[in-house]
């Protein structure tokens, strides 16, 4: 793994992106925002699944009115996503949120965002420069790739940042296509000191969308390119976050909660070792603990794996032998599997 780049660290309400800190795992609300009882539900939810930055949307000035009334409710800091209009932009600063998130693509007019940045200085509000390869404003260069034309059209609106005295800045440059967006990040990651909002766009449904994510956000963040990930499902947003955390974990980045290890089963397996780990990972989502789990089928990796575990079963027929920390607690009986393993995990 790679050294992490050196970044500009920024606060976002209490939380520091850049600079070295943990990479922080956000998402974004897929309630309607002036619908502010809902949204707030949806945010408190993340919380718990342990999202650290929350952004939502902006549509209209009904949605910025809702703002101030989010804000009072819920924990994390609130990134408010403003596309089009910028007086949103301006409205959301007033209503308190936490940061912006402005898309080049559509807000581009420089006096336009002035307003915006004059407003965001006074009140320390960072903004995250979204550039997405859907969106590229008119101006960009056709005969560059797409990835070349998402960094100049990020680094034009930073230069434009600067120029105004605001270096409260964060970057993202998300395309659907992973070897686009690994380029465009590799890119940027040399030319700017600002720290990095990692993520593929309009990923799709969780089963691929996931997969293109960790293909897209790993070899980033293994390259020691990444500040803060968003992984965009079509899913609820939980999901997002639980995947964002799986990535950290698998990567060594962070811990959050325990890890499970699981065999895929086969021929050897003499209990159904896929429906057990599905509901010891149904149970482990609801513990914070940073252990590790092992369900394991039969004996030929089994012993290795549950031993290796702070926890671990390594099933045989009919009943399973119990690992605690490497060594052999008891035996069980297959009707107790599951309640036995998570009795020895809260108990840990
Ligand atoms: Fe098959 Fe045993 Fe390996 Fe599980 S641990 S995949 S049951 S050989």
Redesign the pocket.
């Known amino acids: 793994m790679n050294q992490r780049r050196v970044s500009k660290a920024i606060k976002i309400g209490k939380v520091t992106v850049g600079g070295g800190a943990p990479i922080v795992v956000q998402s974004m609300t897929k309630t309607d925002t002036r619908d502010v009882m809902s949204t707030i539900a949806q945010i408190k939810e993340l919380e718990d699944y342990g999202c650290e930055l929350v952004r939502v949307a902006v549509p209209d000035t009904k949605a910025a009115r809702a703002l101030s009334a989010i804000k009072m409710e819920i924990s994390i800091p609130l990134i408010a996503d403003i596309h089009f209009d910028y007086r949103l932009a301006l409205m959301a600063i007033s209503a308190g949120v936490d940061g912006l998130r402005l898309n080049p693509g559509n807000i581009s007019q420089p006096d336009k965002v002035t307003a915006i940045v004059h407003a965001a200085r006074e009140r320390n509000v960072p903004i995250r420069i979204g550039v997405n390869a859907g969106s590229l404003p008119k101006r960009a260069n056709p005969k560059m790739t797409t990835a070349q034309q998402m960094v100049a059209v990020a680094m034009e609106q930073i230069k434009l940042l600067e120029s105004l005295n605001f270096d409260l800045i964060k970057v993202s440059l998300k395309a659907f296509d992973v070897p686009t967006t690994i380029e465009a990040y590799r890119d940027i990651a040399q030319k700017m000191p600002y720290p990095l909002h990692i993520g593929i766009t309009e990923a799709g449904p969780p089963r691929s969308g996931i997969i293109r994510s960790v293909a897209g956000i790993s070899p980033l963040l293994y390259m020691g390119i990444g500040d803060t990930i968003r992984v965009s499902l079509s899913a609820h947003p939980r999901e997002e976050v639980i995947a964002a955390y799986e990535i950290l974990k698998s990567l060594d980045l962070r811990s959050h909660g325990p890890i499970l290890v699981s065999?895929?089963?086969?021929?050897?397996?003499?209990v159904d070792?896929i429906e057990l780990a599905q509901a010891v990972e149904e149970k482990l989502m609801k513990i914070d603990k940073p252990l590790k789990v092992a369900v394991?089928?039969?004996?030929?990796?089994?012993p290795g794996?549950a031993k290796d575990a702070d926890i671990g079963i390594?099933?045989g027929k009919g009943k399973a032998v119990l690992f605690k920390k490497g060594k052999k607690i008891r035996t069980i009986q297959e009707k107790d599997f599951l309640s036995v393993l998570m009795a020895e995990v809260e108990r840990f």
């Open positions: 065999c895929p089963s086969c021929g050897r397996a003499e070792i394991m089928g039969c004996v030929v990796n089994g794996e390594a099933c």
